[in-house]
């Protein structure tokens, strides 16, 4: 164990002396710094708009006045995603998707205002956050820094100095890895402290937990992830004998795993999984409820079969003389046929895009980077996953909504109700979910990053031996 | 302290070492003499098991190189043509990095005496050895075996490029290596310096010991004249 932390602290004292590598550090902690700064204020920014618009709308739904129920159901509910205090850290899907959405009775609205159209084209590439340069900045700098560690040692000599000290190609090897992942993951460490500290600033205790666990497990997966990266830049260093051709191979590794493959992923999942349109999408609702599905039978006999049954139970042959308003109680049950059929379709819809990224996830087992990506997100509580819990939890809180007022348009003691009922309505609040529940779904990207090094550590262990020593 | 027993190293068709056999006991310095390409080190390569021999074994105090459970590699040093050392580290620091790693950790006062006895100036050694000449790397480079404690200590070509008081100073401290009972296998080019420190004198060519004398039994002119009939 000595040995290695010697040479930890002998090539850390190295490359601190290096004018290159300190310029380098100097432009790595300020980006870093400069990266979370940004993105906290732009956190702050959005918060603070969405904040503002949430609390206008719930003024407005709350003052609407005495008003008849169905047309308050009609008027409906504005809901706003808070944003997620790590997408800041790892904005992930959230540029591309919308973020408020309107709750009306009948039909459920897709969410709109969508971040990145508000943004200049290039922006709309991908912004320059923490996550992008963890995941994408700091492993080319790794490669930068460490591509010659071994070859260096090698061609001018100093390599046979050192293993007839002693120490074994392995033991170098394995230090060297250590110093370059220790380095980087030393960055991530500074700029996830400030991070907590602003965090800690801005919520207090709520919720620091949570927060908390999920740094610290972003650190573990870093940690892991610049392991890979520094394994086999310097495994690759010890191989090779001609620098630059080293290097062109590394920054083409680099090139097809961090740029290419995600693209080429993404577009092979978009053609093999092709996602319908919103028209089409409401086609087949329309065409769903006409005909029924499974052991739903077409709407019209539906509501038939209800005013029937409706008034068979209570012995009337006329609607109007159920002993409560019919409309609510009929409104009501073709709401909830209208949500059979919706939730029909948006589970087509949802396995379509979870068919679209699962190619990207599969090939997160050959793409480190891939996983990384996806870990990252799902961490910071900005995949596509989060966002369909936003979707679903605005879902139930407006099918809520709107039983309590179809409840209210049937049984209550007005048509209208007054204007205080509004105040007995809850607030909609999302609730995020726990990391457990955030990781869970990131099983194979788990399994990728932890089967990479532990494949990356046996290469290092028992590889090395079979690497021409000078 | 060296046993070397038919050895042989061949690279593909070439047979760069043919059954080589030589001892080097503990205060004896074996200089081996011969032209680029004779074999000399790619004897020091087998001998530090950098490379695995064809044929043939050496054995250092009675342990055999490449055995996995031998500790061949604690009793013996090496001092290259130029000592490549880390040019942003200081002497010290250099000294202070390469025992750790041979597993000695000692206090700055006792690297010092090290870098002292092999005679590189004290103001020498806070600096950065990336401003050192190539003798005060050679001398960092006999500091680093003297911290070690090695039995057996490997120079190939040692001298070569030294100017000739750097030369003398480092023959000197040769010939002490010896006097306190190390074993020294030396490859170079130079005559006189191998007549000078040398107990042993070795002629290589084509992989193979031509000739293998003791110094009492010849002198510089004579050593010429045979090396120059032998190449």
Redesign the interface.
Same mark, same amino acid.
């Given at each position: 164990m /000595? !040995?290695y932390w /010697? #040479?930890i602290r002998?090539e850390w %004292? %190295?490359l601190r002396?290096?004018r290159a590598f300190a310029i380098l550090f100097g432009f790595v902690l300020v980006l870093s710094l400069y990266t979370i700064f940004v993105g906290y204020k732009k956190y702050q920014y959005v918060k603070q708009q969405r904040e503002q618009a949430a609390s206008k709308q719930r003024k407005l739904f709350l003052n609407q006045g005495e008003v008849n129920a169905h047309m308050a159901a009609h008027y409906g509910y504005i809901v706003v995603k808070p944003s997620s205090l790590l997408s800041f850290v790892d904005p992930g899907v959230e540029p591309y998707t919308g973020t408020t959405i309107r709750l009306e009775a009948h039909q459920q609205n897709d969410p709109v205002f969508v971040p990145a159209s508000g943004q200049s084209s290039l922006i709309r590439f991908g912004e320059l956050s923490f996550g992008l340069l963890l995941q994408v900045i700091f492993p080319l700098l790794i490669i930068f820094s460490s591509y010659r560690s071994v070859i260096n040692d090698r061609e /001018? *000599?100093?390599l !046979? %100095?050192? %293993?007839?000290? *002693?120490?074994s190609l392995r033991t170098l090897i394995l230090g060297k890895v250590l110093t370059y992942t220790m380095i980087y993951l030393f960055f991530l460490i500074i700029s996830v402290l400030i991070y907590a500290l602003l965090v800690k600033m801005e919520i207090g205790t709520y919720a620091w937990d949570q927060i908390l666990y999920r740094l610290l497990f972003m650190i573990l997966i870093y940690f892991l992830y610049y392991f890979i990266i520094a394994s086999i830049t310097v495994f690759l260093s010890a191989v090779y004998n001609s620098s630059s051709a080293l290097l062109v191979t590394l920054l083409a590794l680099w090139f097809v795993f961090s740029i290419i493959m995600p693209k080429a992923t993404a577009n092979f999942g978009a053609q093999y999984a092709p996602l319908q349109s919103k028209q089409s999408f409401n086609k087949s609702m329309v065409e769903a409820s006409k005909t029924g599905i499974d052991n739903l039978p077409p709407i019209e006999e539906y509501k038939q079969h209800f005013r029937d049954s409706l008034m068979k139970a209570y012995h009337v042959t006329d609607l109007k003389d159920l002993p409560f308003r019919s409309s609510g109680v009929l409104m009501q049950a073709d709401e909830t046929y209208r949500n059979v059929i919706y939730d029909h379709a948006f589970g087509g819809y949802k396995d379509t895009i979870r068919l679209q990224n699962s190619i990207a996830t599969f090939s997160s087992l050959l793409n480190p980077f891939q996983a990384i990506k996806n870990l990252s997100m799902a961490i910071c509580a900005s995949d596509v996953e989060h966002h369909f819990l936003f979707l679903e939890q605005g879902e139930k809180y407006r099918r809520k909504l709107v039983a309590e007022l179809n409840h209210q348009d049937a049984y209550g003691e007005h048509e209208d109700v007054s204007k205080d009922y509004f105040h007995r309505i809850p607030d909609f609040s999302y609730q995020s979910p726990s990391i457990a529940w955030s990781i869970a779904r990131r099983k194979l990207e788990l399994t990728s990053i932890g089967l990479w090094s532990v494949i990356l550590l046996g290469l290092l262990i028992s590889g090395t031996l079979f690497i =021409? =020593? #000078? | 302290m060296l046993q070397i027993v038919d050895l042989n190293k061949k690279y593909g068709d070439f047979h760069s070492l043919k059954n080589l056999n030589l001892i080097v006991n503990p205060g004896e310095v074996f200089c081996l003499l011969g032209q680029n390409g004779a074999g000399k080190t790619t004897t020091i390569n087998l001998c530090l098991g950098f490379i695995p021999p064809t044929s043939g074994y050496i054995k250092i105090d009675g342990e055999q190189v490449n055995d996995k459970s031998s500790s061949v590699s604690s009793k013996v040093a090496y001092i290259p043509e130029v000592v490549m050392l880390y040019g942003n580290l200081t002497g010290l620091e250099n000294l202070d990095f390469f025992s750790r790693l041979a597993g000695f950790k000692y206090a700055n006062s006792q690297l010092e005496s090290f870098l002292s006895e092999a005679n590189l100036q004290k103001e020498a050694h806070a600096k950065r050895v990336g401003g050192y000449s190539k003798g005060m790397r050679q001398k960092v480079g006999i500091a680093i075996a003297l911290a070690k404690n090695a039995k057996l200590i490997f120079m190939d070509e040692p001298t070569s490029g030294l100017d000739p008081k750097a030369t003398d100073e480092f023959s000197k401290i040769v010939l002490r290596l010896g006097e306190q009972g190390k074993a020294v296998l030396m490859a170079t080019h130079d005559i006189f310096n191998a007549v000078n420190i040398g107990t042993h004198i070795g002629i290589m060519k084509d992989g193979q010991l031509i000739h293998s004398l003791q110094n009492s039994d010849i002198n510089p002119n004579q050593l010429q004249k045979l090396y120059l009939e032998t190449i």
């Open positions: /000595n !040995k /010697n #040479i002998y %004292l %190295l002396r290096d /001018n *000599g100093t !046979k %100095l050192l %293993l007839s000290q *002693g120490v =021409k =020593k #000078i | -």
